[in-house]
C-alpha cells in the first residue's frame, strides 16, 4: 500500500551513560518470593541532556514557569496545538529486539507529519537506563502535566525491564518532561517498588498507567499496574523522583487487573481511579472485577461495580478489554466506557470470534451507573454494520469531542471487521455523544476500503487495534488515530503496523487531509514490529 514518502526527522542523540546493564530475558525465572520491599528509583543528570542536546543545536528550558503555558491536552511543547504520541514495544533498538520506543508527532495547524516528529528510546539523549532486550519500552504511556510548568510530561511504562539481578521483579516508568522544543529535557526513572527486593516478587509493573489528580490539589499524580497491584504515588514535587509509593492496593491470586482507567466521575473535583480484570468465581474465570478506587486519608477506598455481563446466559461472560473516560452527555460529571468482548467466544487467530460491544456507566455525585448505563453494538439502531462474530467491536477506545460542540465522543475500534469478504482487516467507529447520552444516530465507520482513507483494506490488518482522540490541527474538532498492528509494509513481512490520523469537524469524522504513516515514513527499517501500535494506555 502506498505510504508517504520518507522526510526529515528530528532525533535526539545516543546519551552520556550513567551505568551499564546486561540484557537479560524477561521471560527468565524468577527468585523465589520471600517478605520484604525497598524501591529504587535513579534519575538522569539534566546536564547529560544539556550537552547532547546542545550540541544538536537544541535550546532546553530546564527550570518550570512559575504559570501555567497551556491548558491544552498532550500539548507536550507549549503552543496550544495537541502532539501525538505513538509507541512501539516491539521495535529494535541498536540491535536489541523488544526493547522498545516512542515517537511524537508534534501537531500544528496542518496535523502531524514525520516531518516534525522525534523518536525516543532508552539510548535517546535525556532519557534514562538502556536500551535491551525485552525491556518493551512503550508497551503503555499516559499524559498530564506531573511538575505543574504547564507543559504536558510524557510517562512510559517498561514492563519487561529487570534492573536489579538479584530480584524476579520486572517493570518501570519513564516520566520524560515537556518543554518550550517538546521532550528533550530529560526526565526520571522509576523502578518497580520491588525492583530491589530479594524476597517479594512482582511481574510487569508499568503494564497500565494513568494520570489524574487522585488527591485533590491541584496536580496530578502517576497510577500503575503490575501483574498483581496497583501502585499510586504522591506529587512529583519539582521533578524530584519518588522515594515510596504513596498507596497500594494488591489483588489477590483470584483477580487478574488488565485495565486502568481515571476521571472525576463524581464530580469532586479530584479523580478516581477504576480497575477492571478477570476474576475467579466457583472455579471459573468468568467473574469480572471493576473496582473504583479513591485516595482516602490513610488508604484507598473502593467500591465495585456489577459487571454489565451480570445475568446473562453464562453468567459474566463479559471481560472488560478496554476502558476510556470523558464527558458525554456535559453535564459535568465523567463518564465511564468499556469495551467487552464475551469470554465463551471461541478464540482463532488474533482474536476471539465475538462480536464486541461497549458499556457505558455514566457519572453521578453518587457513583458510576449509580443513575444511568447504557450498552450499545453494531445492532443498535444508527450503528454502522451488523454484529457478527470475530468483529470485536470495542476491542480499543478513546473518548474525546471530534465534533467540536461540547460533547465528548467515543472512537470505537472493530479491528476483527469484516470488509467486502476481507476479513480481519478491520474499521474504526465513532459514536457521538448527546444531552441524552452516547447515540448510534450519526454514527461514523471508517477502513481501509473508505474513500479518501490511505491504504487498501487487506487480511488481517486489525486496523483499530488502537485508537486515540487529540486536537493535533488545534481547529476545536479532535481528530482520531487509528493504528493496524498487522499491516504489512515491506515484502514479506506480516506485522508492520502503521497509523492513519482522520480529521475531526462540526459533522464528524471527515477524511479531508487524512494521513498515514510506517516506520518506512522515519527510516526504520525492522520488520513485524507492530509499529504505532500503541496509542494509549
Not at 520486572?170 to 530529560?186: D, E, K, M, P, R
Not at 526520571?188 to 508499568?206: N, T, Y
Request: hydrophobic residues 40%; glycine residues 14%.
Amino acid at each position: 500500500m502506498p505510504w508517504v514518502s520518507v522526510m526529515s526527522v528530528r532525533s535526539l542523540s545516543r546519551p552520556m551513560l550513567m551505568y551499564k546493564r546486561r540484557a537479560i530475558d524477561p521471560h527468565a525465572s524468577p527468585l523465589s518470593p520471600k517478605t520484604g520491599a525497598i524501591l529504587r528509583v535513579r534519575t538522569m543528570a539534566i546536564a547529560a541532556a544539556v550537552a547532547t542536546a546542545t550540541s544538536a543545536g537544541l535550546s532546553l528550558t530546564l527550570a518550570p514557569t512559575a504559570s501555567a503555558v497551556t491548558t491544552t491536552a498532550d500539548d507536550f511543547n507549549g503552543d496550544g496545538v495537541a502532539d501525538l504520541i505513538v509507541a512501539t514495544p516491539g521495535a529494535v533498538v541498536d540491535g536489541s529486539t523488544d526493547a522498545g520506543s516512542v515517537t511524537v508527532l508534534y501537531g500544528s495547524a496542518d496535523g502531524v507529519s514525520p516531518a516534525r516528529s522525534a523518536t525516543l528510546t532508552q539510548n535517546s539523549s535525556g532519557v534514562p537506563s538502556t536500551a535491551e532486550y525485552g525491556d518493551r519500552f512503550g508497551s503503555t504511556y499516559a499524559t498530564g502535566d506531573l511538575d505543574a510548568d504547564g507543559y504536558t510530561d510524557l510517562v512510559v511504562g517498561a514492563p519487561g525491564e529487570r534492573m536489579d539481578y538479584s530480584s524476579g521483579s520486572y517493570g518501570s516508568l519513564t516520566v520524560l518532561w515537556g518543554g518550550a522544543n517538546g521532550l528533550v529535557n530529560g526526565g526520571i526513572e522509576i523502578d518497580s517498588p520491588l525492583a530491589s527486593s530479594q524476597w517479594e516478587v512482582e511481574k510487569d509493573f508499568a503494564k497500565k498507567v494513568a494520570v489524574g489528580d487522585f488527591d485533590g490539589d491541584g496536580t496530578v499524580q502517576l497510577a500503575a499496574l503490575s501483574r498483581n497491584k496497583l501502585w499510586v504515588y504522591d506529587d512529583l514535587a519539582g521533578r524530584t523522583a519518588p522515594t515510596s509509593v504513596k498507596y497500594s492496593e494488591y489483588f489477590n491470586a483470584y483477580i487478574a487487573p488488565n485495565t486502568l482507567t481515571a476521571g472525576d466521575f463524581t464530580g469532586a473535583g479530584r479523580a478516581q481511579l477504576v480497575v477492571t480484570g478477570s476474576k475467579s468465581c466457583d472455579g471459573t474465570t468468568d467473574c469480572q472485577h471493576t473496582g473504583v478506587y479513591t485516595w482516602g486519608a490513610e488508604r484507598l477506598d473502593w467500591v465495585s461495580l456489577a459487571d454489565p455481563g451480570a445475568g446473562a446466559s453464562g453468567e459474566n461472560e463479559a471481560p472488560t478489554v478496554a476502558a476510556a473516560a470523558g464527558d458525554i452527555d456535559h453535564d459535568g460529571y465523567t463518564d465511564l466506557v468499556t469495551g467487552h468482548i464475551p469470554s465463551s467466544a471461541a478464540t482463532s487467530g488474533e482474536y476471539s470470534d465475538a462480536a464486541g460491544f461497549v458499556h457505558i456507566r455514566y457519572g453521578s455525585a453518587d457513583g458510576l451507573g449509580a443513575h444511568r448505563t447504557a450498552t450499545l453494538d453494531q445492532d443498535t439502531s444508527g450503528v454502522p454494520g451488523a454484529n457478527e462474530p470475530g468483529d470485536n467491536f470495542g476491542a480499543s477506545l478513546a473518548v474525546g469531542d471530534v465534533t467540536g460542540d461540547g460533547y465528548a465522543d467515543v472512537a470505537v475500534g472493530v479491528p476483527g471487521e469484516t470488509v467486502s469478504g476481507v476479513t480481519q482487516t478491520g474499521a474504526a467507529v465513532l459514536l457521538k455523544g448527546t444531552a441524552t447520552g452516547l447515540a448510534g444516530t450519526g454514527a461514523q465507520a471508517f477502513h481501509q476500503a473508505t474513500i479518501g482513507v490511505p491504504g487498501a483494506a487487506e487480511a488481517d490488518d486489525w486496523f483499530g487495534s488502537a485508537v486515540r482522540v487529540a486536537d493535533v490541527d488545534g481547529n476545536g474538532a479532535a481528530d482520531v488515530a487509528i493504528a493496524a498492528k498487522g499491516e504489512d509494509v515491506f515484502s514479506g513481512s506480516t506485522r508492520d503496523g502503521g497509523d492513519w490520523v482522520l480529521r475531526g469537524s462540526a459533522t464528524g469524522l471527515t477524511t479531508t487531509g487524512a494521513t498515514s504513516f510506517s516506520e518506512k515514513s522515519f527510516g526504520f527499517t525492522y520488520r513485524n514490529a507492530e509499529f504505532g501500535s500503541v496509542l494509549d494506555s
